[in-house]
């Protein structure tokens, strides 16, 4: 298993590296989010987690801007959330995360898999910017959730006789300027197969933080990936 890193961005903004993988998006509402960001206090989500530190825009600003530098048409982007909400379903259908959830009294699942209605995607106003072409669908949602996983060493393993799912053998990090925090994670690869010894070729699936549509979507592009294996 190769484990990918979070985007991370410039060693001014440390910080970044821990909100990164909270950049979303919005609601369809999110039209007023432009205001909210400037005027909500240091500390909450919108502050800390949806703007960038430099600038203060909404980080779906860098999502357009990423769209924009590697021609990403609006149709593209749509059906790439299409994609993304079907497997979602399909792989919940499948029983493929039956083991993984622990059900509340409310939800036996993420709770926007079967929220999003997905013929209503290409009908959706942009986001962030007048005539963008990212929106509510292309953009990861504000959601309540939470996730564990354990990790151990090798020799801890073999002594308490332990079937581990996964194997850790590299990881890597690196970083780029604000505006760019998209592709970061193309920076990293590289490294990271190196340090495993390995190349893109053996590797079978990639999972690249899906903060909006256009961050798989151009990290495949730029390490020449198939989609067919990305956030599958």
């Not at 400037?38 to 530190?53: F, I, K, N, Q, R």
């Not at 072409?133 to 073999?158: E, H, P, R, Y």
């Amino acid at each position: 298993m190769l484990s990918m890193p979070p985007a991370t961005t410039t060693a001014e903004c440390p910080s970044w590296m821990l909100w990164a993988p909270m950049v979303t998006a919005f609601m369809p509402e999110a039209q007023t989010l432009f205001t909210v960001v400037h005027t909500t206090p240091a500390g909450s989500p919108a502050y800390d987690g949806l703007s960038d530190p430099k600038t203060h825009e909404a980080m779906g600003v860098v999502g357009e801007q990423c769209a924009r530098e590697h021609a990403f048409t609006r149709e593209a982007q749509d059906a790439f959330a299409r994609q993304s909400y079907e497997r979602a379903r399909a792989a919940y259908a499948a029983g493929a995360f039956a083991g993984e959830v622990v059900p509340t009294e409310e939800l036996t699942q993420d709770e926007e898999v079967a929220r999003g209605r997905l013929e209503r995607f290409s009908g959706l106003r942009p986001a962030f910017a007048k005539g963008g072409s990212v929106t509510a669908a292309s953009s990861s949602k504000i959601s309540d959730g939470a996730a564990a996983v354990v990790l151990a060493s090798g020799n801890k393993v073999q002594e308490l006789g332990l079937k581990p799912l996964a194997q850790i053998i590299g990881y890597a990090d690196a970083e780029t300027t604000h505006d760019q925090f998209p592709v970061a994670p193309a920076l990293a690869v590289p490294k990271a197969l190196a340090r495993a010894g390995i190349t893109a070729e053996q590797v079978d699936l990639w999972e690249f933080n899906e903060a909006f549509g256009v961050v798989a979507m151009a990290n495949a592009k730029v390490l020449g990936l198939s989609l067919d294996k990305v956030n599958v």
